[in-house]
């Protein structure tokens, strides 16, 4: 059998992507956003983080996807973007 | 058809070679793959009439066109002939659409995979199988055009076990899952002329779905009694206890089609019976009911709770002639939240 050529049957590029912001030091005077995915008792799990962090005396913002099932909507993404320091996302059952 | 194939170029010794290449790169679903070369994937491509460069669809979430010839490379790997291509292409269409959300369907972590169904004339004329283990293997348009969807799905897509695919047990159809309904023997008209399509057109339907489940029913001489047998087996998707999240595809056998055709009932007659008969009792399907934690919100005590939405059964015939079984095919979430069906019409 002589040499042969194949094609690379991948999409040759990378998805983009960017760097994740640097993680703080401390979250003293940070926005904290909380992301539920809309999966079954996100909520529940959330609702405690809340509780935690606002006892601390952080700002904190919630959000939800419109579904777990598809990627978060690029305005929603843009809002938690300017609106918060850190964000926390539920991914429970 | 004109046009240069601008992929990157691998040089391997001889066959060998080339197959254990693709092993290595991780293009191949874990069986070996056809070493797409520029000849075969010239011919897949002259095949469909189709320029390299041609866009199929787009990947949203990765910011990237499907090429024809990204097509071609994949259906050359997973051993298709050069006539299948245009049903390859049309599943990759239908896969990339909004409604069928083949990022989520990847992403999950539940079984399911896209499951293909082909109407029309091209069946046939590509000699696929609607007959005698029409869900299993030994078919090589069946398996290998089913293949090809899940090999671009893998490797232009990025959908690979541990990446964008989380399953956590998956199925053994994500290698391929493809069929030919058998309109000729069926007591109803096909899905893609319930699905709007004309009888002589050629459509793919492409339904997010997880393994095959066994459904027996020797007994059954008159449709009421098979009906009831068949909506006591779909009860069970994906648990006797949740309700109207899940959508289905019932194959019926030719043996149980003939019990419907002899009771005159036609399709539409069939779904309706299926969709009275799973109304289920809210006391009986609510959490903690029947000493099972899973369940219905406890809010649904005391309601009736339709088991599918009233388009989310889906009724397809095929299969050997011998056997009183039927096949149901469980789906993943529906709706415009999850993945619907999608049909597709074959261009010539």
């Not at chain 1, 777990?68 to 843009?78: G, I, M, Q, W, Y």
């Not at chain 2, 053994?172 to 002589?200: I, M």
């Not at chain 2, 009736?304 to 939405?309: E, G, I, L």
């Amino acid at each position: 059998m002589s040499e042969r050529v194949l094609l690379d049957p991948t999409g040759e590029r990378e998805a983009p992507s960017r760097e994740r912001a640097p993680r703080p030091a401390s979250l003293d005077g940070r926005t904290v956003g909380l992301l539920d995915i809309s999966k079954p008792r996100g909520d529940v799990f959330l609702d405690r983080l809340e509780e935690q962090l606002a006892g601390r005396g952080l700002q904190v913002r919630r959000f939800t996807k419109p579904t777990f099932s598809k990627p978060a909507p690029v305005d929603l993404r843009h809002e938690i973007g300017t609106q918060c320091d850190v964000v926390i996302e539920a991914l429970a059952d | 058809m004109p046009g240069t194939l601008t992929s990157k170029r691998y040089k391997v010794d001889d066959a060998v070679g080339a197959i254990d290449l693709c092993f290595e790169k991780g293009w191949t679903d874990g069986l070996p793959v056809v070493p797409p070369t520029e000849p075969a994937v010239r011919a897949m491509l002259d095949a469909a009439r189709l320029a390299p460069d041609a866009q199929i669809a787009y990947i949203r979430d990765r910011a990237m066109a499907v090429t024809a010839e990204k097509v071609a490379i994949n259906a050359v790997m997973a051993g298709c002939k050069p006539e299948y291509l245009p049903v390859v292409i049309t599943a990759v269409e239908a896969a990339c659409t909004d409604e069928f959300n083949i990022h989520g369907l990847l992403a999950t972590t539940y079984f399911s995979s896209p499951v293909m169904i082909v109407n029309g004339p091209i069946a046939a004329a590509i000699g696929m199988n609607s007959g005698i283990n029409v869900l299993g293997q030994g078919n090589r348009a069946n398996a290998t055009i089913g293949r090809a969807l899940q090999l671009v799905v893998r490797n232009v897509g990025g959908g690979r076990p541990g990446g964008v695919d989380r399953a956590t047990l998956g199925n053994p159809g994500k290698f391929t899952f493809c069929f030919a309904e058998d309109e000729t023997g069926s007591p109803w008209e096909p899905l893609h002329v319930e699905r709007g399509l004309t009888p002589d057109a050629s459509a793919v339907t492409l339904f997010a779905g997880d393994g095959v489940r066994g459904m027996v029913d020797q007994l059954s001489r008159d449709p009421e009694s098979l009906a009831r047998s068949l909506a006591a087996c779909l009860r069970a998707v994906p648990h006797p206890k949740m309700a109207l999240g899940f959508d289905v595809i019932v194959v019926v056998s030719p043996e149980h089609g003939r019990v419907f055709r002899e009771g005159g009932w036609s399709k539409s007659r069939l779904r309706d019976e299926l969709l009275a008969l799973l109304q289920l009792d809210g006391d009986d399907v609510i959490r903690g009911a029947g000493g099972i934690a899973e369940g219905l919100p406890e809010g649904l005590a005391g309601a009736t709770v339709p088991k599918f939405r009233d388009d989310g059964l889906l009724l397809v015939h095929a299969g050997g002639g011998a056997g009183l079984f039927s096949a149901i095919i469980g789906g993943w979430i529906n709706g415009p939240g999850g993945s619907q069906p999608v049909t597709r019409e074959v261009r010539p």
